[in-house]
């Protein structure tokens, strides 16, 4: 069946060939539509400016974000408010109302970066480069895109007049690097009502491609839940020269190999085994024998297939079984003193129904060393609640006719691996998606993913997302 929206092209195209007159220009100027094409060289431009701002965390300094996008809201018009539990780390929210016949829905990202190790990057990780159709940089991935998205949505919004059946809320968050107790904790707990919404786009999904052909637009209606897990080695300190069989260097790095070899349980839930259903008849043959197995095959053949993709697609892997990962290893302070303790964090991403107490208790069962102590570490702000977002609303659906549209591919839903601050917004009961730009499967192996000492963007498809966004919004909010 042809898709709605090629009806609507066909028609926009007899009435351009009936009235000769009406140029991309005259179209963008009545509200029609964006002229794209000429928006580029702006959307790079708000693009680079915001991504040579370093706002890692800590400390964030997401300030210098929120002062650069109202900066660009003023000059345009359009009215926002900025919320700050601390002056340098702020909060933007901009609002453009619609006649109320329905709620709004909110654009969310996130102005914060992870930080970064200057040396690593072959690029400087703040300059914004443009190298090879490519443009790198801190947060190119995560989470500049989503930024850039609500930006121009609100600008074209205003520019063209659009006449909306509900209001379209920008915000502009801080603290979604593990200290959201600034960001969105903060927002929903003091300021809710000017973020409230019926629906929410935001990061944690992206449009799947591999080996150069897109398989899919994996949009997040849940995801999993991150847990800092501390290993704590105990053992008499002394002169490196004796050598002592309590080491609690040597006890922390078998704890740590026994951790990371540590195969916990596969477990399938009502997204991913809906994930991996659709999955099936989008891969190439290989690829949909191995889904089969996984959905119906025995216990021994399904952990044969996701330990092929422990390796070749680690992302399937992790979404199949809480995965442990060793992070940070601290020990000693001289080349010539034995420690008598060493500490290894482990960022653990559980299954949503994965109950803590009892995953540390296994945990120490498979370390099996009582010089070791397992220590659940808090957030800096709240643990993010477990939430599932529908699939049979609205904004699914105009997600699905968008995806088509520009993407000519599929809407898969999918439980994240990574966590986002969607999961603050379901618990309010905002149905929250989350969406993205075209990533390689590839380029995860090779450091050029979110979080990588060369995260980049591939130029045409941050353009290329930012019409994805609108399409969602003016689906879900255009006066019919």
Known sequence: MR??????????LVLAIV??????????????????????????????????LDTTNPPGNETRVVDYLAGVLKSEGIPYETFALEPSRANLVARIKGNGRKRPILI???????????????????????????????????????????LMTMLELKRLNVALDRDVIFLAEAGEEGTTRVGIDFMVEQHFDAIDAEYCLAENGFIQRREGRIESAQVA????????????????SGHASVPLTGNAVAHLSRAIAA??????PIRLNQTTREYFSQMANESSPEEATRIKTLLNGTPAQIEEVVQYWAE????????????????????????????????????VRMLPDEDPEQFVHELRRVIND????????????????????????????AIQTAAARNYDSIVVPTMANG??????????????????????????????????????????????????????????????
Not at 3 to 12: G, K
């Open 108 to 150: 969310m990202g996130h102005t914060d970066t992870v930080t970064v190790e200057p040396a690593k990057w072959t690029f400087a990780p703040f300059s914004a480069t443009r190298d090879g159709g490519y443009i790198y940089g801190r947060g190119s991935l995560d989470d500049r895109p989503h930024v850039l998205a609500g």
């Open 221 to 236: 209606t849940t995801e999993k839940v991150p847990r800092t897990i501390q290993l704590i080695a105990h053992g008499p």
């Open 419 to 480: 966590a986002s601050d969607n999961a603050q917004l379901r618990a309010k009961n905002v149905q929250c998606y989350g969406i993205g730009t075209v990533r390689d499967l590839e380029d995860g192996l090779k450091g050029f993913a979110a979080h990588g000492d060369q995260e980049r963007i591939i130029e045409k498809e941050l353009y290329r997302f930012v019409k994805f966004n609108w399409d969602i919004v003016m689906s879900l909010a255009r006066t019919r």
């Open 3 to 12: 898709p709605p929206y090629l009806t609507r092209v066909a028609l926009a």
């Open 19 to 52: 009235s000769p007159s009406t140029t991309p220009l005259a179209q963008t100027r009545t509200g029609r539509e964006p002229n794209w094409t000429d928006l580029e060289a702006e959307m790079l431009r708000h693009f680079q400016s915001m991504l040579r």
């Open 312 to 347: 070749h697609t680690p992302m399937y892997n992790s979404m199949l079984r809480t995965s442990i990962s060793p992070t940070i290893v601290n020990a000693g302070s001289r080349v010539n003193i034995i420690p008598s303790d060493a500490t290894a964090t482990l960022d």
């Open 370 to 397: 009582p010089a070791i102590d397992i220590k659940i570490v808090e957030f800096d702000g709240k643990q993010r609640p477990v939430g599932v977002s529908r699939i049979d609303t609205e904004a699914f659906s």
């Open 259 to 264: 951790a990371t070899a540590w195969q916990t």
